[in-house]
């Protein structure tokens, strides 16, 4: 599985991003999406996950009721809607493919994920 993110870019604080994740390969449908993102200085970390038919979703406490995860496997993509967007969401985010085909609930660990995006910069400003 090869991913291509793409999206990012600056916005003022309050706005709003969607980024988009296109997958090659016939086992994306198969595999849980997940979505995280690095800041400088800062360790890797799980922003939002999608089971492999799109059911099930999960997020990060710090994301929860802004961002919004979905995909359509017809189109091999996975989305990252970001609304009401803070500094704090500034970073380079990452799409990334579960090494496990149907699981159901995304992993949080980035330990999970075998398939990796280049990320795309992210970057709120006051």
């Known amino acids: 599985v090869q991913l291509q993110a793409s999206g990012g870019g600056l916005v003022q604080a309050g706005g709003s991003l969607r980024l988009s994740c296109a997958a090659s390969g016939r086992t994306f449908s198969s595999r849980a999406m997940g979505w995280f993102r690095q800041a400088p200085g800062k360790e890797r970390e799980f922003v939002a996950g999608i089971s492999w038919n799109g059911d099930s979703t999960n997020y990060a406490d710090s994301v929860k009721g802004r961002f919004t995860i979905s995909r359509d496997n017809a189109k091999n993509t996975v989305y990252l809607q970001m609304n009401s967007l803070k500094r704090e969401d500034t970073a380079v985010y990452y799409c990334?493919?579960?090494?496990?085909?149907?699981?159901?609930?995304?992993?949080?660990?980035?330990?999970?994920?075998?398939?990796w995006g280049q990320g795309t910069q992210v970057t709120v400003s006051s």
């Open positions: 990334a493919a579960d090494s496990t085909l149907t699981r159901y609930t995304a992993a949080r660990s980035p330990a999970a994920y075998d398939y």
